[in-house]
């Protein structure tokens, strides 16, 4: 019997025997007794392998100083600070390639199991590197693989792909099409084909760490993160009436290249569906009747799009934004300014004066986007054209 396991059992009979005065003992022993039962005392509970119920693979942080995971068929497993910075890399290079969350995910699950995301100088053969990527198959030298950024690229490939044309990256295959085990597999040609699924679940952590997603504004909803994580990315991105689609920020009429691209309040909110499959007309008339309505303030869910009005009615519409939890939204505000999160809203009189209601576009429990309409545009034909807060 391990110390954890006598501790725990101390702890309960205390408890027991004292008619439940524990409970107010140091104000801890409840939360104690929890981090027992959850893979020991002052643990993260990262060991039940889950993010608070979200779907493996789900890209959420969910905090504590390290991440630590049971990971099956191998054991516990710990990120540490080096690991975390070394996944950093491979995080930033994707998202410059305009690499979708998946894809992030399975670069971490290959790194997680060729390397332990450690940037070692030696393996199987002359595998190097955080993929274990071979100089004799064409991936670069022993110097360009050590580098991670340069092993990042060339994991990728497409149109950053260091090393060209062999061996294909993950933009060269369908991995859309595969599982995230089958994809990596692709990539890397192992002997283990098998081995990389295990990892997905502490990949979708340490990608929420990289990106700075908390696990509580994911909630139990896997496309609820990853809609929050869609518009969070673009924070700092200039406004640009008419700008953006489902791939990103674009440059429109009123901010013509040189100028950066951008979004307006519709257009995030149209990338950030599109993101699960739902395909959100960029307009906010059409927004405000997609999906159900949300009356109340105070019923808003994570997700929810905030809708808000000169004069109280449908027609004077003229804004949206999404709601994050926390009595925070997220939204593209008005030409000169920048995505931002506005805190407090409630408390806020000049948004809540124009508040008008809500509409919530994922079905309450809905863990995937064949619950909330696929790939099937969401909402009504034009009702009038698009204004500008």
Same mark, same amino acid.
């Given at each position: 019997?391990?110390?954890?396991?006598?501790?725990?059992?101390?702890?309960?009979? /205390?408890?027991?025997?004292?008619?439940?005065?524990?409970?107010?003992? %140091?104000?801890?022993?409840? /939360?104690?007794?929890?981090?027992?039962?959850?893979?020991?005392?002052?643990?993260?509970? #990262?060991?039940?392998?889950?993010?608070?119920?979200? !779907?493996?693979?789900?890209?959420?942080?969910?905090?504590?100083?390290?991440?630590?995971? =049971?990971?099956?068929?191998?054991?516990? =497993?710990?990120?540490?600070?080096?690991?975390?910075?070394?996944? /950093?890399?491979?995080?930033?290079?994707?998202?410059?390639?305009?690499?979708?969350?998946? %894809?992030?995910?399975?670069?971490?699950?290959?790194?997680?199991?060729?390397?332990?995301?450690?940037?070692?100088?030696?393996?199987?053969?002359?595998?190097?590197?955080?993929?274990?990527?071979?100089?004799?198959?064409?991936?670069?030298?022993?110097?360009?693989?050590?580098?991670?950024?340069?092993?990042?690229?060339?994991?990728? %490939?497409?149109?950053?792909?260091?090393? !060209?044309?062999?061996?294909?990256?993950?933009?060269?295959?369908?991995?859309?099409?595969?599982?995230?085990?089958? /994809?990596?597999?692709?990539?890397?040609?192992?002997?283990?084909?098998?081995?990389?699924?295990?990892?997905?679940?502490?990949?979708?952590?340490?990608?929420?760490?990289?990106?700075?997603?908390?696990?509580?504004?994911?909630?139990?909803?896997?496309?609820?993160?990853?809609?929050?994580?869609?518009?969070?990315?673009?924070?700092?991105?200039?406004?640009?009436?008419?700008?953006?689609?489902?791939?990103? !920020?674009?440059?429109?009429?009123?901010?013509?290249?040189?100028?950066?691209?951008?979004?307006?309040?519709?257009?995030?909110?149209?990338?950030?569906?599109?993101?699960?499959?739902?395909?959100?007309?960029?307009?906010?008339?059409?927004?405000?009747?997609?999906?159900?309505?949300?009356?109340?303030?105070?019923?808003?869910?994570?997700?929810?799009?905030?809708?808000?009005?000169?004069?109280?009615?449908?027609?004077?519409?003229?804004?949206?934004?999404?709601?994050?939890?926390?009595?925070?939204?997220? =939204? #593209?505000?008005?030409?000169?300014?920048?995505?931002?999160?506005?805190?407090?809203?409630?408390?806020?009189?000049?948004?809540?004066?124009?508040?008008? &209601?809500?509409?919530?576009?994922?079905?309450?429990?809905?863990?995937?986007?064949?619950?909330?309409?696929?790939?099937?545009?969401? &909402?009504? !034909?034009?009702?009038?054209?698009?204004?500008?807060?």
């Amino acid at each position: 019997m391990d110390k954890k396991t006598v501790i725990g059992i101390v702890l309960v009979c /205390a408890f027991l025997f004292s008619g439940g005065g524990l409970l107010l003992a %140091g104000g801890g022993a409840i /939360a104690a007794m929890a981090g027992v039962f959850n893979g020991g005392i002052g643990g993260s509970g #990262a060991d039940d392998g889950g993010n608070g119920g979200a !779907p493996p693979g789900t890209v959420c942080d969910p905090g504590g100083g390290t991440l630590t995971e =049971h990971i099956p068929g191998y054991g516990s =497993h710990t990120v540490d600070e080096q690991d975390m910075a070394n996944a /950093a890399v491979i995080v930033r290079v994707g998202e410059q390639t305009k690499i979708p969350q998946d %894809g992030l995910i399975i670069a971490i699950m290959t790194a997680l199991q060729e390397s332990k995301l450690e940037n070692i100088r030696g393996g199987d053969r002359d595998s190097v590197g955080l993929f274990q990527q071979r100089p004799s198959a064409g991936w670069g030298s022993i110097e360009e693989i050590m580098d991670p950024s340069y092993s990042a690229k060339a994991f990728f %490939g497409g149109p950053n792909h260091p090393a !060209p044309p062999n061996p294909p990256g993950l933009l060269s295959i369908k991995w859309e099409t595969m599982s995230k085990g089958r /994809a990596a597999q692709e990539v890397q040609r192992s002997a283990f084909p098998e081995a990389y699924d295990k990892w997905e679940s502490l990949a979708g952590k340490i990608v929420g760490r990289a990106k700075d997603i908390k696990c509580q504004d994911v909630g139990l909803e896997g496309d609820v993160g990853k809609v929050i994580a869609a518009t969070k990315r673009w924070i700092g991105t200039p406004y640009c009436w008419a700008g953006g689609d489902e791939k990103g !920020p674009t440059h429109e009429e009123r901010c013509p290249p040189p100028m950066p691209p951008g979004f307006d309040c519709s257009g995030l909110m149209h990338h950030a569906y599109a993101q699960v499959g739902i395909a959100l007309y960029p307009y906010t008339g059409n927004q405000w009747e997609a999906g159900t309505r949300v009356r109340d303030y105070a019923d808003l869910k994570p997700g929810d799009l905030m809708f808000w009005s000169d004069d109280g009615t449908v027609e004077g519409i003229h804004h949206v934004g999404m709601y994050l939890g926390n009595d925070q939204m997220i =939204h #593209a505000p008005r030409t000169g300014k920048n995505v931002e999160i506005v805190p407090e809203v409630s408390k806020n009189s000049y948004w809540m004066n124009q508040w008008i &209601g809500g509409s919530r576009i994922l079905k309450e429990g809905a863990g995937s986007n064949k619950d909330s309409g696929g790939t099937k545009a969401v &909402g009504v !034909p034009l009702i009038g054209p698009r204004r500008e807060m």
